[in-house]
């Protein structure tokens, strides 16, 4: 048990359409990573935030936005979804500010019909 | 741009050793190796700062050489708890993100 919990487990939905995604970081952790995997694009780094603050960005689109509230959970939004969006988002924490990950959520799977 | 890792995939028998590699077109400042087993969410294995840094996690070892931005993963007498995808992060210096490789998927097989 990494200690990161994500919620829903699995969503679908269809085009066009608005979703949330939620994390709880571990215990004690300050950041939260946002990942992408699909089968065609390996693991993808959305978003990195740091005790609320924005900390770094990576290929997120202009439809997707995060945010880390003050008790550090963090939210991941997906408007005017498409079917390209349908994969597997992670969640991640670890105690720093660093770039890398530690501990993983088991993910919510995402499923555009 | 993306790490390039090789193999893409190996099979193995449990005990033999295996060897993943990891090559970056950027200087890094770091290198990340996590596993990730089907359905599951990746693990994070260890991380290597320093060029020509090494480092051990059981039978699991891995090393950094900077000047060539290469790193490699090292598996010795593979048990069947190691079958997964493994990817390698790279951290390139400059104070860029975080990017993944494609992952080299691993079989043992008995």
């Known amino acids: 048990d990494s200690g990161v919990t994500q919620t829903p487990k699995h969503l679908i939905t269809a085009t066009g359409q608005r979703v949330t995604l939620r994390c709880s970081p571990r215990?004690?952790?300050?950041?939260v990573y946002w990942y992408q995997q699909s089968l065609d694009q390996g693991l993808q780094f959305l978003i990195q935030?740091?005790?609320?603050?924005?900390?770094a960005k990576g290929n997120i689109l202009e439809r997707f936005s995060a945010q880390q509230f003050p008790d550090l959970h963090s939210e991941l939004n997906l408007s005017s979804l498409e079917l390209g969006d349908s994969a597997l988002y992670f969640c991640?924490?670890?105690?720093?500010?660093?770039?890398?990950?530690?501990?993983f959520g088991d993910g919510t799977r995402l499923s555009i019909l | 741009q993306q790490p390039v890792q090789s193999p893409q995939a190996v099979i193995l028998r449990e005990g033999e050793d295996a060897v993943i590699n990891c090559s970056s077109s950027?200087?890094?400042?770091?290198v990340h190796w996590y596993r990730q087993k089907h359905g599951e969410a990746p693990v994070f294995l260890m991380i290597l700062l320093k060029g020509g840094e090494q480092k051990g996690h059981e039978k699991i070892s891995a090393s950094f050489n900077e000047k060539k931005q290469q790193s490699s993963l090292y598996l010795t007498a593979s048990q069947l708890s190691y079958s997964g995808t493994y990817f390698c992060?790279?951290?390139?210096?400059?104070?860029?993100?975080?990017?993944f490789g494609t992952g080299t998927r691993l079989t043992i097989i008995p």
């Open positions: 950027k200087a890094l400042y770091s």
């Open positions: 992060g790279t951290e390139p210096l400059g104070n860029e993100k975080l990017t």
């Open positions: 991640a924490s670890s105690v720093g500010q660093g770039r890398q990950p530690q501990h």
């Open positions: 215990s004690g952790d300050l950041s």
């Open positions: 935030y740091y005790n609320g603050e924005e900390r």
